[in-house]
């Protein structure tokens, strides 16, 4: 029997985490008071929690991203957004997660007259304070907008971070009419400085999405890729019978698809845990990374999501070790640091579970 307790034990990998879906709820209300922001639904914390996941959990992307208008107002001071990611790193130990990438948009945190290099540098205060005092090992991908014309200017901002930690950029915010070709500038200016791709993609849009971040946009990653399935062919029992020329390409260039299983439930990418892709592409060995996307509105963490695929989709705990490999494999960080974290930390920490459960 894999338990809570097991998973919460054994070390574990996020590379699709934002930073501003996962506030504490206390912190939310200590932070609107700092900046005399009334807007918040309610000051009680437990109240607000269940509200974040309530509002988030409609079926659709638009009523899930509604949250982060409070999220993202709390988050506009230096001293806001270094706390935000010291508290993101504490609760990462206490989920027994080794290494997280976590994810940003730096134009979102600007209301209150901070330069984008401000947010960047307060992040990374945070983030670097957090890894001092809990072992966890972070990286920090900078978002840009689909539906904004500044992408070009974040990518810059991402790459003059490169040596400070920032290790990627990525492209968020609702698919629909504004594919990711629309920002190729940005892009390619990426791939010319040597560095990270990840892209939302085939979340909320069809397989083109995911074309387009691959083909147009040079993707290294892909978040969520709920989508993919609409390039592979099915019998009627559910068993693949051929795939398409996207996803056969995705499956032979081992492109690592971010898994978020419960916020695509929540935002209505899914209509049920046990239609989610996942099953089929990790069956067919797909580099599937399994994630928590927004830990506030979803009200999950890595445990909760591991314990969800074991739930619906029968993994056993090599399976949970495999996938957590393949996450660390996955990481935008150098060949040499992901090698000490699978030998040194991911596959002595299962070991000593299997050397406990043996004796």
């Known amino acids: 029997m ?57 079926g659709s992307l638009v009523e899930f991203l509604k949250g982060f208008e409070h999220t993202t107002a709390v988050m506009q001071t230096k001293e806001g957004l270094e706390r935000v990611a010291y508290e993101m790193m504490e609760d990462m130990k206490a989920d027994g997660v080794a290494y997280v990438e976590t994810r940003f948009a730096p134009i ?50 991402a790459v003059n971070f490169r040596n400070d930690g920032v290790v990627g950029f990525d492209l968020a915010g609702e698919e629909g009419g504004y594919p990711p070709k629309k920002h190729v500038d940005a892009f390619q200016f990426i791939q010319r400085s040597n560095f990270n791709i990840t892209i939302h993609a085939g979340e909320a849009f069809g397989k083109e999405s995911i074309w387009q971040a691959i083909q147009w946009c040079g993707a290294h990653r892909i978040g969520h890729a ?10 009627d029992s559910g068993e693949v019978v051929s795939f398409g020329e996207l996803a056969q390409y995705v499956l032979d260039k081992r492109i690592p698809l971010e898994i978020c299983l419960l916020s695509n439930l ?6 049920k845990l046990e239609n989610h892709p996942f099953g089929i592409l990790f069956k067919e060995k797909f580099r599937v990374t399994i994630n928590t996307d927004d830990r506030l509105m979803s009200a999950t963490n890595m445990t909760q999501e591991f314990l969800t695929a074991v739930k619906y989709f ?8 495999k996938i957590t490999i393949n996450s660390m494999k996955s990481a935008f960080i150098p060949y040499k640091e992901r090698l000490r974290y699978i030998y040194d930390i991911i596959k002595p920490g299962y070991q000593k579970f299997r050397d406990q459960s043996t004796n």
């Open 226 to 235: 709920t989508r993919l399935l609409e390039d592979i062919v099915l019998n």
């Open 108 to 157: 979102y945190h600007t209301d209150k007259d901070l330069y984008l290099e401000d947010t960047v540098t307060a992040v990374l205060k945070g983030l670097e304070r957090g890894k001092k005092d809990f072992g966890v090992g972070y990286g920090l991908i900078l978002c840009g907008m689909r539906n904004m014309k500044n992408t070009l200017e974040i990518a810059e901002l």
């Open 314 to 321: 029968n993994l056993t705990f090599d399976q949970i070790e």
């Open 2 to 58: 894999i338990t809570k307790e097991i998973i919460n034990s054994v070390p574990k990998v996020l590379l699709h985490d934002h930073l501003d879906g996962g506030l504490r709820p206390q912190t939310i209300i200590d932070l609107a008071d700092d900046l005399n922001y009334k807007k918040l639904p309610t000051r009680d914390k437990d109240e607000l929690a269940d509200w974040f996941h309530i509002g988030a959990n409609k």
């Open 266 to 271: 929540h935002t209505g990418a899914v209509d």
